[in-house]
């Protein structure tokens, strides 16, 4: 089955909240998830693992309602607790019972690479401060999922350069147009947390090659260039089958070429790959449309995203 999925943001502004202390309160946010990461590894220096994300159109959205007349908190869904422990470690913070009900709507699968669990978490931190009236900038939130897991750059509007596992920023690179991904899931889930426990078998060659794919990926958002970008997210992806191996992507690096794609971009922690496409080139729907039925033919699944552009 081929699906097209389009999303509508929610607005993250502030929900008024005066004299939250005394009465409910209730806020309301988003993050965006990505596509995998277009470039993902270890550079040659203390603290070196990082990524490169790739924003996409889809989102998890959280509502937070302050009930100090009932104590108790709780999340929706239940499984939710990493959400609902950061919820606690806010309130806390401020001073304030563990008390109110977090719910959370994300159309981002869990455990497949589309930083599903960093959109959460990042939505719950905004929400949780709409409802309180407190300032929740990204340094704070930083701070609170460096407590929890390693952690995607979803709270910046822009591609940028991250260390997951610290969880700081290393740079914003800028924006990109936007791109399709045809997509495809291989199957099975994976644990982030997990994921970043195993040693990673990466050489100094290899340190000094992730750094050297930085730079081309820096100067290919600089300068706007999807054709570069598309050619380090392949050369990451290829990197990368030392790690967690994909069954599919050459075969996906031959679709790309076959169909006049920019190259191939995956969730190096998860189980998704995707055909970079320009949307602007020529016979994009056509091109788009025949990617999406050789993926389908080879994988048996095809979802199509949008990447995010900022201003």
Request: proline letters at 6%.
């Given at each position: 089955m081929?699906?097209t999925q389009?999303?509508?943001p ?9 004299g ?13 998830g ?7 590894g ?8 990082f ?5 996409v159109a889809?989102?998890?959205m ?9 104590p108790?908190?709780?999340v929706?869904?239940p499984h ?6 950061l919820t606690?470690m806010i309130?806390?913070d ?5 008390a109110?009900?977090?719910?959370i709507?994300?159309?981002l699968?869990?455990?497949k ?7 959460d978490l ?6 949780v401060?709409?409802a309180?009236?407190v ?22 509007d822009?591609?940028?350069a991250?260390?997951?596992r ?7 690179l800028?924006?990109l147009?936007?791109m ?21 078998p990466?050489?100094?060659?290899d ?6 794919l ?10 706007r260039?999807l054709?570069e970008?598309?050619?380090v ?15 599919s ?10 169909v006049g ?6 969730g ?5 790959l ?5 949307t602007?080139?020529p ?7 025949a ?7 080879l994988v048996?699944?095809v ?9």
């Amino acid at each position: 089955m081929i699906r097209t999925q389009t999303a509508v943001p929610v607005s993250p502004a502030a929900v008024p909240a005066a004299g939250y202390r005394q009465v409910a309160a209730t806020g309301v946010s988003t993050a965006f998830g990505t596509f995998g990461e277009l470039l993902q590894g270890v550079l040659p220096e203390e603290d070196g693992n990082f990524l490169v994300t790739l924003p996409v159109a889809r989102w998890s959205m959280a509502r937070f309602e302050m009930r100090a007349e009932q104590p108790g908190l709780e999340v929706w869904p239940p499984h939710k607790k990493k959400a609902l422990r950061l919820t606690s470690m806010i309130l806390e913070d401020e001073g304030l019972p563990a008390a109110g009900l977090l719910r959370i709507d994300s159309t981002l699968p869990e455990g497949k690479g589309l930083a599903s669990s960093s959109a959460d978490l990042v939505a719950t931190a905004r929400a949780v401060a709409n409802a309180l009236g407190v300032p929740m900038p990204p340094r704070r939130i930083e701070g609170y999922l460096a407590r929890i897991e390693p952690t995607d750059g979803v709270l910046y509007d822009a591609v940028v350069a991250f260390h997951h596992r610290s969880v700081r920023l290393r740079a914003k690179l800028g924006s990109l147009p936007s791109m399709a991904v045809v997509g495809v899931d291989e199957g099975g889930a994976v644990d982030t947390v997990a994921f970043n426990n195993i040693p990673k078998p990466f050489t100094a060659a290899d340190k000094r090659e992730y750094a050297r794919l930085l730079d081309r990926v820096t100067g290919a958002v600089a300068a706007r260039d999807l054709a570069e970008v598309g050619r380090v997210a392949t050369a990451s992806a290829r990197m990368n089958q030392v790690l967690r191996h994909k069954w599919s992507l050459e075969p996906m690096t031959g679709i790309c070429q076959e169909v006049g794609g920019l190259g191939v971009v995956v969730g190096h922690s998860g189980t998704t790959l995707g055909i970079l496409m320009d949307t602007e080139a020529p016979d994009c729907p056509a091109r788009l449309a025949a990617a999406a039925q050789l993926c389908q033919e080879l994988v048996g699944n095809v979802t199509v995203y949008r990447t995010l552009s900022f201003h």
